[in-house]
């Protein structure tokens, strides 16, 4: 999500409401723009232990 985006909160709130409806549960990362995706996407996938 993009916490600069002024229907952020809004945004957020609809998507934990229709996962909650499918039984699933949301992770929200934020990115504020194409550059913060990749590291906010690994943010997502657990990292393999050593």
């Keep these: 999500m993009n ?8 945004e957020e709130a609809d998507a934990e409401a229709g996962a ?7 992770v929200t990362v934020n990115a504020r723009n ?3 995706m990749e590291t906010a996407s690994e943010q997502l ?3 393999p232990k050593h």
Excluded: Y
């Excluded at 916490?3 to 809004?10: E, H, L, Q, R, S």
């Excluded at 909650?20 to 949301?26: A, I, R, Y």
């Design 3 to 10: 916490p600069t985006n002024p229907n952020f909160k809004i």
């Design 34 to 36: 194409a550059s913060e």
């Design 45 to 47: 996938v657990p990292r």
């Design 20 to 26: 909650k409806k499918l039984g699933l549960e949301t």
